[in-house]
């Protein structure tokens, strides 16, 4: 159960719009809609900002939104914010009725 | 409001045994699921281990024929038991509610603990 792929970290300044890729397999990003995405600051649980690829749960910015092609996943934060600066992981269901996450990219607002 | 509370962790010798609890409320036995989920001190997270509505578990490798997940529904409590713990077990588990959509699971994490911290260590 290899971790899906992130790049460690990405950078924008404060309005922009940045995207976190997550890479899969055909096991398991390739094969379902149940991917999610999680936020967390430091020293904090993780919080869940999207489902089933580009669902927000209630009380979630508008500005976080997903997409899916393939084997390859996306997270997009428009009218990037300070407080968007945190650790940002993808989640998938497996063929193996087990879940894999990503390796994690550290937003940072510069 | 949905609350997850993890209990029973501390340090433990390699080999050792280790058993963590997870409160949850409130608590759906016939639809509600719980993952476990750990974070090694400054790595990211790494899913554990599932139990569902209808007591099936499954595990991440890395944990298979070590770990086992249980849950007792009058106690609305669900349980992580750690056997032959390694080095590598070290993190600050949590655990987090399955997501359902209407009754259904749709395979992510909507509710979190605050996570309890398991140390291996002699």
Not at chain 1, 80 to 95: F, G, H, K, N, R
Not at chain 2, 97 to 111: A, I, N, Q, S
Request: hydrophobic share 35%; proline share 4%; aromatic share 12%.
């Amino acid at each position: 159960q290899s971790a899906l792929t992130q790049p460690a970290s990405v950078s924008g300044s404060p309005g922009q719009s940045i995207t976190i890729s997550c890479f899969g397999t055909s096991r398991d990003i390739g094969s379902y809609q149940y991917v999610s995405w999680y936020q967390q600051h430091p020293g904090k649980a993780p919080k869940l900002i999207l489902f089933d690829v580009n669902n927000r749960p209630s009380g979630v910015s508008n500005r976080f939104s997903g997409s899916k092609s393939g084997n390859t996943a996306s997270l997009t934060i428009s009218g990037l914010q300070a407080e968007d600066e945190a650790d940002y992981y993808c989640v998938s269901y497996t063929m193996r009725y087990t879940y894999v996450f990503g390796s994690g990219t550290k937003v940072a607002v510069v | 409001e949905v609350q997850l509370e993890e209990s029973g962790g501390g340090l433990v010798q390699p080999g050792g045994s280790l058993r963590l609890s997870c409160a949850v409320s409130p608590f759906t036995a016939n639809t509600d699921y719980v993952n476990w989920v750990r974070q090694a001190p400054g790595k990211g997270l790494e899913w554990v281990a599932v139990i569902y509505h209808d007591a099936t578990t499954y595990y991440a490798d890395s944990v298979k024929a070590r770990f086992t997940v249980s849950r007792d529904t009058s106690k609305n409590t669900v349980y992580l038991q750690m056997n032959r713990v390694r080095a590598e077990d070290t993190a600050l588990y949590y655990c987090a509610r399955g997501g359902l959509v209407v009754t259904e699971p749709h395979y992510f994490f909507d509710y979190w603990g605050r996570g309890a911290l398991v140390t291996v260590s002699s």
